[in-house]
């Protein structure tokens, strides 16, 4: 039975009316003090939910004065559960500044 209001009948709505249809390709970027325990911190959330050799891709770029770097890990996300869980880990973490 449709709700009209885009839920699915137990409140939550359907992973294709926001957008996303799984499993897809997701970007995280994240933001950090350029330091080895931002990047380890990047690493072992991610891989706590996908194993590294799965990534599909991982970019760092340096701030013009070096003081800070950003990190962007691509996998293949599996499920909405599977999103928000990595979603929370990367909030969570405090050496990660900012994410997007």
Not at 67 to 82: A, D, F, G, K, L
């Amino acid at each position: 039975m449709a709700t009209g209001n885009g839920a699915n009948g137990n409140g939550h709505t359907n992973e294709q009316d926001q957008g996303l249809v799984f499993p897809c390709d997701f970007p995280f970027k994240m933001f950090g003090r350029n330091t080895k325990e931002f990047i380890a911190a990047v690493h072992t959330v991610i891989s706590n939910h996908i194993p590294r050799e799965e990534w599909v891709s991982s970019k760092e770029t340096h701030s013009r004065n070096q003081n800070y770097i950003s990190c962007t890990v691509v996998v293949s996300v599996q499920s909405r559960e599977q999103l928000d869980h990595i979603i929370t880990d990367i909030n969570n973490c405090p050496d990660i500044i900012m994410a997007l």
